[in-house]
């Protein structure tokens, strides 16, 4: 009957229109008054420990990071060396967004702060040059998504955080995956723009003007080897990395480039902490809701019934990926993540799935939520940006859906593509 309280009015905030965050703490909050197995304090003592984490101080830091990169001419300079390479070929600017996306994945750790800064930039191009608005919308919003894959990612920390795998390890296993995702898009945006004929530009490849364009961008370019080389190497932490990237990002944005005027800070500040606090309160409600999953032993039942369904591994794989693609419909990344990971992970090991792999095969099935109706943020975000209802969106979406569905069949079945490159490195 708990468990019902529990979910039953989870649902009835959702269909209010609650915000996920408020929700899940009312949801709360009204389960603990109707079972009396706690005090009301809990949930106001639960809100301060699950944000009380050394790890999970990143988030901000890399939030606030992708906000002074991407308005510091970092993305900017990133396009014009991705359309140096790439321009000319057929779906040549198609191939640059998600070329892009891919590196800015690499600074922001954010789906929609992906969006917003490449296709800011690159949708109302696309659509200048010839593409159809709908392809190119879409592309925008799927390629958003590799945010997250690509290290370093706020859905990465928040595994780790919610249980106790190496974060580190975790962003590393990413690599490949996201890459992979990465390359699947590329093949399917060729396919697509030679179909419908989008033709790259005119410019012939000049030596000379991409050594310039690199060198104009080697500020960029050099992020994620501060960043991942920092971290891999052993020098610093992810929490450190963070804290790190947004000095630099602020230093490289106002006194090299010179894109971002003192006078923005405070703005750019006031959107991360905006962003920050949001995330936070998510977490904090989604912890306290995974707690009360976890005193009613629903972890455990559930766990038990996927189980029953079959003893075939590939069965119960396809099972949680089925519930993670159909959660991440209506669920916020980072809540699904808090609370269905320690749920599902005890599931996983059972059947022989290493923790890191089940982190990667959850990020991207949750990743894949950022473009799916009706909570999809990337495409809300792309709507706003590109000047098109969800509804023409929604129907644009599908083919890319079913590219980033096989890469994460791909992920799911073949874990030496997530776990090869940890092992090589010794994590």
Same mark, same amino acid.
Request: proline share 5%.
């Given at each position: 009957m708990v468990s019902a309280v529990l979910f039953g009015s989870f649902i009835i905030f959702i269909i209010l229109n609650t915000p996920i965050g408020i929700a899940l703490g009312l949801?709360?909050?009204?389960?603990?008054?109707?079972?009396?197995?706690?005090?009301?304090?809990?949930?106001?003592?639960?809100?301060?420990?699950?944000?009380?984490?050394?790890?999970? &101080?990143?988030?901000?830091?890399?939030?606030?990071?992708?906000?002074? &990169? +991407?308005?510091?001419?970092?993305?900017?300079?990133?396009?014009?060396?991705?359309?140096?390479?790439?321009?000319?070929?057929? +779906?040549?600017?198609?191939?640059?967004?998600?070329?892009?996306?891919?590196?800015?994945?690499?600074?922001?750790?954010?789906?929609?702060?992906?969006?917003?800064?490449? +296709?800011?930039?690159?949708l109302p191009e696309m659509v200048k040059r010839g593409y159809e608005k709908g392809f190119s919308s879409g592309l925008v919003a799927t390629a958003g998504s590799i945010g997250v894959m690509i290290p370093p990612s706020i859905p990465m920390v928040i595994y780790g955080v919610s249980t106790g795998v190496s974060i580190s390890t975790m962003f590393i296993a990413g690599l490949v995956p996201g890459i992979l995702v990465g390359l699947a898009l590329i093949t399917w945006s060729y396919i697509s723009s030679k179909k419908k004929g989008f033709s790259g530009n005119e410019n012939k490849f000049s030596l000379k003007e991409f050594m310039k364009a690199v060198n104009d961008a080697k500020w960029a370019l050099f992020v994620p080897v501060i960043i991942l080389g920092g971290i891999y190497g052993g020098v610093f932490t992810p929490t450190e990395a963070a804290a790190i990237a947004v000095v630099y990002g602020f230093v490289v944005g106002t006194f090299v480039y010179k894109d971002l005027a003192l006078k923005d800070i405070p703005n750019v500040v006031i959107s991360a902490a905006l962003m920050t606090s949001t995330v936070l309160i998510i977490v904090g409600t989604a912890t306290t809701f995974g707690r009360i999953l976890t005193i009613e032993q629903i972890p455990t039942k559930l766990a038990n019934t996927i189980i029953s369904f079959s003893d075939s591994k590939i069965v119960i794989l396809l099972l949680i990926n089925l519930l993670l693609l159909f959660v991440g419909c209506f669920m916020e990344t980072l809540a699904a993540i808090i609370i269905l990971a320690p749920i599902l992970l005890p599931v996983a090991t059972k059947i022989g799935v290493d923790p890191v792999h089940f982190g990667i095969i959850m990020v991207v099935n949750l990743a894949i939520g950022f473009m799916t109706p009706p909570l999809g943020v990337n495409l809300f975000v792309t709507c706003g940006i590109g000047d098109i209802s969800i509804e023409k969106i929604s129907k644009s979406i599908i083919p890319w859906l079913l590219v980033m569905i096989a890469a994460l069949m791909l992920i799911t079945f073949v874990p030496g593509l997530t776990l090869t490159l940890p092992k090589l490195m010794g994590f």
């Amino acid at each position: 009957m708990v468990s019902a309280v529990l979910f039953g009015s989870f649902i009835i905030f959702i269909i209010l229109n609650t915000p996920i965050g408020i929700a899940l703490g009312l949801a709360s909050l009204v389960t603990i008054s109707y079972s009396g197995q706690v005090e009301l304090s809990y949930l106001a003592q639960s809100l301060t420990t699950s944000v009380d984490s050394f790890p999970l &101080m990143a988030v901000p830091f890399f939030i606030l990071a992708g906000e002074l &990169m +991407g308005r510091g001419g970092i993305s900017k300079r990133l396009l014009n060396v991705g359309n140096m390479l790439f321009g000319r070929y057929t +779906g040549g600017l198609a191939i640059v967004t998600i070329v892009s996306c891919m590196f800015f994945a690499a600074i922001s750790g954010s789906g929609p702060a992906t969006v917003a800064a490449i +296709g800011g930039i690159m949708l109302p191009e696309m659509v200048k040059r010839g593409y159809e608005k709908g392809f190119s919308s879409g592309l925008v919003a799927t390629a958003g998504s590799i945010g997250v894959m690509i290290p370093p990612s706020i859905p990465m920390v928040i595994y780790g955080v919610s249980t106790g795998v190496s974060i580190s390890t975790m962003f590393i296993a990413g690599l490949v995956p996201g890459i992979l995702v990465g390359l699947a898009l590329i093949t399917w945006s060729y396919i697509s723009s030679k179909k419908k004929g989008f033709s790259g530009n005119e410019n012939k490849f000049s030596l000379k003007e991409f050594m310039k364009a690199v060198n104009d961008a080697k500020w960029a370019l050099f992020v994620p080897v501060i960043i991942l080389g920092g971290i891999y190497g052993g020098v610093f932490t992810p929490t450190e990395a963070a804290a790190i990237a947004v000095v630099y990002g602020f230093v490289v944005g106002t006194f090299v480039y010179k894109d971002l005027a003192l006078k923005d800070i405070p703005n750019v500040v006031i959107s991360a902490a905006l962003m920050t606090s949001t995330v936070l309160i998510i977490v904090g409600t989604a912890t306290t809701f995974g707690r009360i999953l976890t005193i009613e032993q629903i972890p455990t039942k559930l766990a038990n019934t996927i189980i029953s369904f079959s003893d075939s591994k590939i069965v119960i794989l396809l099972l949680i990926n089925l519930l993670l693609l159909f959660v991440g419909c209506f669920m916020e990344t980072l809540a699904a993540i808090i609370i269905l990971a320690p749920i599902l992970l005890p599931v996983a090991t059972k059947i022989g799935v290493d923790p890191v792999h089940f982190g990667i095969i959850m990020v991207v099935n949750l990743a894949i939520g950022f473009m799916t109706p009706p909570l999809g943020v990337n495409l809300f975000v792309t709507c706003g940006i590109g000047d098109i209802s969800i509804e023409k969106i929604s129907k644009s979406i599908i083919p890319w859906l079913l590219v980033m569905i096989a890469a994460l069949m791909l992920i799911t079945f073949v874990p030496g593509l997530t776990l090869t490159l940890p092992k090589l490195m010794g994590f």
